[in-house]
C-alpha cells in the first residue's frame, strides 16, 4: 500500500525518565529529516533491559508529556494497549493502523550496536527507514556491529529521505550533532525518587487518546 500522509518518527525508550536531551535529539531529528512529528514510544517492558530501578509506566508517561511540552512530539505508550513487546510487533501493527502515515525509525547509535539482538531486526529494517543518531562512546560499537555490516549498503543522505517521492527501506540514514551529556541514569542517581512528583491521576496518551495505567504489577509493587 503506498503511503502519503504525514511522516512520523518513532523514538522508543524506557523513558526512565524523559530529559533535555530526549528533546533535543527529537528536535534535531524533526528539522533534519522534515518529520511532521514525532512519537514518543514509552515502553511498558523493554526485554533487554532489567525491571529494577524501572519507575511505573505512568511517572515515565509524565515526564515524558512535561519534556516534549510545545514541541512537535506526541507521548504514546501504545505498545500497552496493543499488547506488543517486541519492536518488530510493535511497528507491524501500527502500520496496519495507519496505513497512510510514514515512518521513520529513529534510534541511538548505542542501539544500533546491538540491533542484531533485537526480535527479527532485518524486518524491521525492511519496514520503514532507519535514522540513526549519533552517541558518544558508542560509535566504534555501531561501526563493528552485525547490523551495521548489513546495513551500510542502504545508507542514505538525510537529504535524500527528505525529498524521495517513494517511501521504501530499507534505508540507513547517520545523523550527527552536537554530543549531549545528559542520561536518564545520572539523573536517577541524583534525584532516586524522582517518579513521584510524577504519581497524580493516569496520564492520556497522546496517539489514541485513552487513559494509560500502570500494570497490575506496578500498581501492587
Given amino acids: 500500500m503506498k503511503r502519503s500522509g504525514p511522516i512520523t518518527g518513532l523514538l522508543g525508550g524506557s523513558f526512565n ?21 514525532a512519537w514518543w514510544m514509552v515502553s511498558p517492558g523493554n526485554p533487554l533491559k532489567p525491571r529494577k530501578g524501572m519507575a ?24 500497552q494497549q496493543l499488547g506488543t513487546r517486541y519492536t518488530i510487533d510493535t511497528l507491524r501493527a501500527l502500520m496496519r493502523r495507519y496505513p497512510k502515515r510514514r515512518f521513520v525509525w529513529l534510534m541511538g547509535s548505542d542501539n544500533l550496536a546491538q540491533l ?3 526480535k527479527d531486526w532485518r524486518r524491521i529494517a525492511r519496514s520503514m527507514p532507519i535514522a540513526v543518531i549519533a552517541r558518544p562512546g558508542y560509535e566504534e560499537a555501531a561501526v563493528a556491529s552485525p547490523a551495521m555490516a548489513w546495513l551500510r549498503r ?63 504489577q506496578e500498581q501492587t509493587a
Fill in 17 to 37: 525518565p524523559a530529559h533535555a536531551g530526549h528533546r533535543r535529539i527529537t528536535l534535531f531529528t524533526i528539522d533534519a529529516l522534515g518529520l511532521d512529528e
Fill in 56 to 79: 511505573p509506566l505512568t511517572a515515565r508517561v509524565r515526564s515524558a508529556k512535561a519534556m516534549s511540552r510545545n514541541a512537535r512530539i506526541r507521548v504514546t505508550a501504545i505498545e
Fill in 116 to 118: 542484531h539482538r533485537w
Fill in 154 to 216: 542502504y545508507r542514505l543522505p538525510a537529504s535524500g529521505l527528505r525529498s524521495r517521492r517513494e517511501w521504501s527501506a530499507p534505508a540507513l540514514i547517520e545523523l550527527r550533532f552536537d554530543p549531549d551529556p545528559r542520561s536518564a541514569t545520572a539523573i536517577r542517581r541524583a534525584d532516586p525518587h524522582w517518579a513521584k512528583r510524577y504519581s497524580n491521576l493516569p496520564p492520556r496518551d497522546e496517539v489514541t487518546h485513552s487513559l494509560i495505567h500502570n500494570s497490575l
